[in-house]
């Protein structure tokens, strides 16, 4: 009995991890806005948005006219509409973000970084 308890929460675990990594997109770093916390050519687990997302702190993936683009939700610099975020990058010098651009759309963001996984010694979980 114990051996077909363990092959059943085995099996559901194995079930649970598919279908969360099957909801992950891959995401190459392009550029230096994110340095030193992201890379160029760093790849990134990137997962849907989830209830209550995004939130200050997170790293997130928004549509910036007909591209896509790395940036930290930080408070906003000034009151903005409440289905707005501010997006900044980590390397002001390199970054268009926010502080250009103006805040951005919630609708906008079509991710929340997950987990660097690509290279190796760099992995790590958000």
Do not use: C
């Amino acid at each position: 009995m114990r051996r077909r308890i363990g092959w059943l929460l085995g099996a559901a675990a194995a079930v649970g991890l598919a279908r969360a990594i099957s909801r992950l997109d891959a995401v190459r770093v392009d550029g230096e806005s994110m340095a030193p916390t992201l890379r160029p050519g760093e790849l990134l687990a990137v997962g849907p948005v989830r209830a209550g997302e995004p939130h200050e702190g997170q790293i997130v993936v928004a549509r910036a006219g007909a591209r896509e683009v790395v940036k930290r939700v930080v408070p906003p610099r000034h009151p903005i509409d409440p289905g707005m975020v501010w997006l900044e990058g980590d390397n002001p010098d390199r970054s268009t973000d926010s502080r250009t651009t103006g805040p951005v759309s919630r609708d906008a963001v079509v991710g929340i970084v997950r987990a660097r996984y690509w290279p190796p010694r760099r992995a790590r979980l958000f």
